[in-house]
């Protein structure tokens, strides 16, 4: 029956034309001289059917397959053969159509093949598929050319074997259990695989069991803990807050306080000092009106003795005269004056001594004066250092003028490792050098001394935690300092203007050196612009250099200059502090002093004026001593007179006299009286008036350190407010820090979710303890482990479900080789009985006697086993196959050949040459037997003899009219016979 219909080649090899071969014959030749392009015939149709050997095609490669070109025709780019099957008997069982057309397209440049089957784009492997199905590939019997025949008679018996294998139908078994052995292999890969994780797993798993369970543990107490400590600390935080609000309404109240007592203490200072001068002035005043009132006195007294001896007078002119009274009266004259002498004597040291008095507290006076000027100053400069004060330490303890994250971390210096503080706080510098060095280090003023690398990360894990802003850390442990070579500084310090190295001129604590030797380690300070301009040329424009203004020249040269100062404080802040308190101390001790000077003035002052009203009235007391004497010595002379007679004869005019001086005087007398009794209600009205000033003055001084005892008592109440607001703020920062670093929430939101509620707090804190000592005794935990373990634990489930498959996958596998196995041998073992049965009729028939016969080499083992021949030529004793001729061996193998296609018939066989080793008689035996297989099997045979041509029902053939391209035409036996006449 008819198979190949049709084929079509273009660009394959020779085939340079598009050419077509119809076959409507069952037993095709073609025929041609050599090289004419007939074996291309047989490449063409298993290139088409997917062959990837280009050995197999007699090739070197596939480029080779396409057309090269000839002496007049230039090479092609493509190659395309289309095979065309009849199928009306569906031998191509999976495609239910009556003709299937198989094309195949390759391209020399992309070295790309293209399939299709009936016009669709198939792949490479559907191709072979249905080439395997009808057993047109190239191991079966489809294409037998001469090398197919001595390979089969040459070989050895297990390589023979392939041939009944193909026969047999089991290579497509052979090579599903080749698959499956490979899938075993793999499979059994994939199972060892899976026994060492499992291993592995198992290693681990009870470690891992074992740290989970702890792990759990801990998390239960820690949790346990972490809710009970976030209560506790919420309590805590408002407790502190509480406490941080009425403690700074109580610094509220005491500021107001002290300000209004510090007012009212001022106010009261001042009426002091002016009550103190009015009393100057009243005292003044007194002693004014004292003299004045004295003078009267000494007057009334003058007049009085006046009056007196004028009324002596009178009566002495009415009485007798005798002798013994004279010389009485001459003595007692004597001895009165005298007495005026030491009288006069002691008044003038009367009067010195007052004299000095008066000055003494004059100067008393004006030194008291003086003082409590002085006082007052004090007083104001005392006021103004304390206000100063607080301003430093308040703007100090706000921090205001710091960078958020340096003073995130000021704030929070206890809770955090290392921290000694911004370089501003440490330093201090003389104020000559305070420009200077502020220019250069102001970019580091906020830089932060820390003692270690390990405390940064720390500190910056922190800020970042609460995105509290940013800081540069200096740590001593790793900082390196810079510094100037020693000969460079020996060149630098003869410089002119040289003031010193930068690093020199700041004081800081021995340990911070080598931040500041970081930071300046290579400034210099000079005096002006001008030596900073000569220096930085000297030292080639590679160092910091600083004038005494601040102007700077940079490394390379840059300039920094213009107005600005840099801020004392900023540089001075602790020395600042110091300095103030020093001269506050100062000032304290000079108010206590100063007060105590006073004190002594005003007790001497007082002294004074007691010893002068003291002599005052001794004063008093002796001129009127003088006054009596001088009186007594005139009446002694005018008693004398009297009695010597002397005056007698101007008796009555004297008398007359005496008693109108007498009346005049009494005049006088009452006048000064009256005068008196003013001064006295004068001098009464301004002591008490001074009275009352000094009272009020010993009031205000009391008051005045009543107030200042108390405003010391308010200031101190004050710093421990604000002590004491400070340690609060501290324990609520660094409860609130705890929150947020210990269990990562805020206050609000951990007073939100509180879990626990704290009835005995006493109980709650020895609960958080006794769990904090018992996580303590937990040691090690792994948190993890506790999901590494059900990770584990899953990963060993899903390994033990998997290795059960693959298990299950081996055995299949196992069982199905095995069916194969079972199923190849009984194939086999049927296929060569069967050709046995047939082989001794194509036998005689080719070799016109004798028999053959297929024996296994190893019987035992069918699966394996290889195929022997044993042969009997008529008339001949040999049954080795290698004593044959070699057309005896041809003729061997093609009874083998014959007998397979008899017992499995195939749909198409190409025989290209094979019969060439035959001689005539053997070539037409073997042409008609050939024919007599044509029913189920369609031949082509490319032949060379006449006698298959005369067998042959259609001939074609094959020429190069053009060199080098074939063509192929249908010709009649004596065309055909022309045509390889020259040949043989
Ligand atoms: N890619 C190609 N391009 C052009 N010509 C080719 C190509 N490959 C092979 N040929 C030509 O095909 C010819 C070989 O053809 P083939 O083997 O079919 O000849 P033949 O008729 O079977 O010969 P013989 O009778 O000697 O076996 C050679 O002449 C060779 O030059």
Request: glycine share 4%; net charge negative; aromatic share 6%.
């Amino acid at each position: 029956m008819l198979f190949l219909k049709r084929i079509e080649a273009f660009g394959f090899k020779s085939f340079a034309e598009p050419t077509t071969l119809n076959f409507e014959y069952e037993m095709t030749g073609v025929v041609g001289p050599n090289g004419s392009g007939k074996s291309n015939i047989n490449d063409a149709i298993r290139w088409c059917l997917g062959e990837q050997s280009s050995k197999s095609l007699r090739s070197d490669n596939m480029e080779d397959i396409v057309f090269s070109g000839s002496a007049n025709r230039s090479s092609l780019n493509m190659a395309e053969v289309t095979l065309t099957f009849n199928n009306s008997d569906r031998k191509f069982s999976s495609l239910d159509v009556n003709e299937i057309e198989i094309t195949r397209r390759y391209f020399r440049i992309s070295k790309e093949s293209e399939f299709f089957i009936n016009k669709n784009r198939v792949r490479l492997k559907d191709v072979q598929d249905i080439a395997l199905e009808t057993g047109l590939t190239k191991s079966s019997l489809a294409i037998i050319s001469q090398g197919t025949v001595n390979k089969f008679v040459e070989s050895k018996p297990d390589e023979r074997r392939e041939l009944f294998d193909e026969a047999a139908g089991i290579a497509k078994y052979k090579k599903r259990k080749l698959e499956s052995i490979r899938k075993l292999a793999r499979t059994q890969e994939n199972l060892d695989r899976l026994n060492d994780i499992m291993n592995e797993i198992e290693r681990k798993l009870p470690s891992l069991k074992n740290q989970s369970e702890k792990a759990k543990i801990y998390k239960e107490k820690f949790e346990k803990l972490k809710n009970i400590e976030i209560a506790i600390l919420v309590k805590d935080i408002e407790i502190y807050q509480q406490k941080l609000v009425s403690l700074n309404q109580q610094k509220l109240e005491l500021k107001n306080n002290i300000i209004d007592l510090s007012r009212v203490t001022q106010a009261e200072e001042e009426e002091f000092n002016q009550i103190s001068k009015q009393n100057y002035k009243s005292e003044r005043e007194i002693i004014k009106l004292n003299d004045e009132f004295t003078s009267i006195i000494e007057k009334i007294g003058n007049l009085k003795v006046q009056k007196l001896a004028l009324e002596n007078q009178q009566k002495s002119i009415s009485t007798g005269n005798d002798e013994f009274k004279a010389d009485q009266l001459l003595s007692e004259n004597k001895k009165l004056k005298l007495n005026l002498d030491s009288e006069n004597q002691k008044l003038s040291k009367l009067t010195l001594d007052n004299d000095q008095l008066n000055q003494e507290l004059l100067k008393t006076n004006q030194e008291l004066d003086s003082k409590n000027e002085s006082l007052g100053q004090i007083n104001r400069g005392i006021a103004k250092l304390e206000s100063s004060l607080e301003t430093i330490r308040q703007k100090q303890a706000s921090n205001e003028d710091l960078f958020d994250g340096v003073k995130s971390v000021l704030n929070n210096k206890n809770n955090l490792p290392g921290v000694y503080g911004t370089v501003q706080d440490l330093i201090s510098v003389e104020k000559i050098h305070e420009q200077a060095i502020g220019s250069l280090i102001q970019a580091s003023l906020q830089n932060i001394i820390i003692d270690s690398g390990e405390s940064a990360k720390e500190i910056i894990r922190f800020l970042k935690v609460n995105k509290a802003g940013y800081a540069t850390f200096l740590p001593i442990d790793t900082i390196k300092p810079n510094f100037i070579a020693d000969d460079q500084k020996f060149i630098i310090q003869k410089a002119n203007g040289f003031v010193g190295f930068a690093s020199d001129l700041v004081k800081i604590d021995a340990k911070f050196k080598k931040a500041i030797d970081y930071i300046l380690g290579t400034s210099i300070v000079v005096s002006n612009f001008d030596c900073a301009r000569e220096m930085a040329k000297l030292v080639n424009y590679r160092l910091h250099i600083s004038t005494l203004d601040g102007e700077r020249i940079l490394p390379n040269g840059a300039i920094v200059g213009g107005s600005r100062r840099i801020k004392i404080t900023s540089l001075n802040n602790a020395s600042m502090i110091k300095e103030v308190e020093e001269k506050l101390f100062t000032l304290n001790e000079e108010q206590k002093t100063t007060n105590e000077l006073i004190k002594v003035l005003k007790t001497s002052s007082d002294k004074l004026r007691e010893e002068i009203s003291q002599k005052l009235s001794y004063i008093g007391a002796s001129r009127k001593n003088i006054e009596i004497i001088n009186q007594d010595i005139e009446d002694a002379k005018r008693e004398y007179r009297i009695i010597t007679g002397k005056d007698i004869e101007n008796q009555n005019s004297v008398m007359s006299t005496l008693e109108e001086e007498i009346l005049e005087i009494t005049q006088e007398i009452i006048d000064a009286d009256n005068l008196k009794e003013e001064m006295q209600q004068k001098l009464n009205v301004s002591r008490s008036l001074k009275d009352k000033s000094l009272e009020r003055q010993n009031s205000l001084n009391e008051s005045a350190n009543e107030k200042r005892k108390l405003l010391a008592a308010l200031k101190e109440k004050e710093f421990e407010s604000k002590r004491d607001a400070a340690l609060i703020s501290e324990k609520l920062n660094s409860a609130s820090n705890r929150l947020v670093q210990n269990y990562g929430i805020t206050f609000d939101t951990a007073s939100e979710n509180i879990q626990v509620e704290i009835t005995n707090e006493e109980d709650t804190r020895r609960e958080v303890m006794d769990l904090s000592n018992e996580i303590k005794n937990l040691g090690h935990v792994n948190l993890d482990a506790i999901d590494s373990f059900e990770e584990e634990n899953d990963r060993y489930e899903f390994y033990l479900k998997e290795t059960n498959d693959v298990q299950t996958s081996i055995k299949n596998l196992e069982e199905a080789i095995l069916n194969m196995d079972n199923q190849m041998v009984i194939q086999f073992k049927k296929v060569i009985s069967e050709v046995n049965l047939a082989l001794p009729e194509t036998f005689a028939t080719l070799f016109g006697g004798g028999t053959a016969k297929l024996i296994y080499t190893d019987p035992e083992d069918l699966l394996n086993s290889g195929i022997d021949i044993k042969i009997n030529p008529p008339g001949k004793k040999i049954n080795n196959i290698n004593l044959l001729s070699g057309g005896e061996k041809s003729m061997v193998a093609l009874s083998v050949l014959f007998s397979i296609l008899k017992v499995r018939p195939i749909p198409m066989v190409i025989l290209d040459e094979v019969e060439a080793p035959l001689d005539q008689a053997n070539v037409e035996r073997f042409a008609k037997y050939l024919k007599s297989f044509t029913a189920n099997t369609q031949f082509i045979v490319v032949t060379h003899r006449t006698g298959t041509m005369e067998n042959c029902e259609v001939l074609f053939g094959a020429t190069m009219e053009a060199k080098g391209i074939t063509k192929i035409v249908q010709i009649k036996l004596v065309e055909a016979k022309n045509l390889i006449s020259n040949q043989e």
